[in-house]
Structures are given as structure tokens and as C-alpha cells.
């Protein structure tokens, strides 16, 4: 099994950028997906999460209105819009894979995902 983020980069605060997660070894369709954040001396953090259907979506509150989860199922990948990007998201940003229970506050905790990429570094500039 195999996930590789890509995509991170340096930009300035108010720019864009798409992360991109492309994920082997597993049946990707049966899998919930979630991109989860860690910056220096900080937890890992829950950035979005999407359903295997790509219908049910979850964000973190702070980053409601600005990033969009999708995935694109035929080819097995998941994707991380982010817009109106600020300092305070500078972070390594890692995608996961996990079945997703219906209980959709369970989707933010990082137990519930079995399989974890490599990370791509995301830097902010104020």
C-alpha cells in the first residue's frame, strides 16, 4: 500500500495551492480518505476528510470556506484545494486512507486511518 502526497511548496498569504495524494495497493474506492496537518511541536491535526462516495465531505472549522476535499476515484486519488491561505496553515500536510465509520465526528481522529503517506510540506509567508 502505497500513498504519495505531492503539491506542497512556499507561498504568500492570500495565494493557493492543490495538494494532490495518489494512492496504490489498496481498493481505492472502498476507502474514506482524509488530509491531516502537523506543524513544529504541534499534534497532528484533521484538515478534511470525504466518504468513499465523495459525497459526505468534513473540515476542520478553520479551514471551512477556504480548502475543498475531492477525489477522483478513477485515478485513485484525493485532492486538497486550498484558497485564502494563511501563516497559521503552514504545516506537513499527509493524506490517509481508512474505512469510515457512519459516525462522521470519528472521521477527525487519526486512529481511524490505517494507512498514512509521506507528508508534503506546506509554508505560508506572511
Known amino acids: 500500500v502505497q500513498l504519495q502526497a505531492f503539491g506542497g511548496g512556499l507561498v504568500q498569504a492570500g495565494d493557493s495551492l492543490k495538494l494532490s495524494c495518489v494512492v496504490s495497493?489498496?481498493?481505492?474506492?472502498?476507502?474514506?480518505l482524509g488530509w491531516f496537518r502537523q506543524a513544529p511541536g504541534e499534534e497532528r491535526e484533521i484538515v478534511a476528510s470525504i466518504d468513499w462516495t465523495g459525497t459526505a465531505t468534513y473540515y476542520q472549522d478553520s479551514v471551512k470556506g477556504r480548502f475543498t476535499i475531492s477525489r477522483d476515484n478513477t485515478e485513485n486519488a484525493v485532492y486538497l484545494h486550498m484558497s485564502s491561505l494563511e501563516p497559521e496553515d503552514t504545516a506537513v500536510y499527509y493524506c490517509a486512507a481508512g474505512a469510515l465509520s457512519p459516525i462522521q465526528s470519528s472521521w477527525a481522529a487519526p486512529e481511524t486511518y490505517d494507512v498514512w503517506g509521506q507528508g508534503t510540506l506546506v509554508t505560508v509567508s506572511s
Open positions: 495497493g489498496i481498493s481505492f474506492s472502498n476507502y474514506g
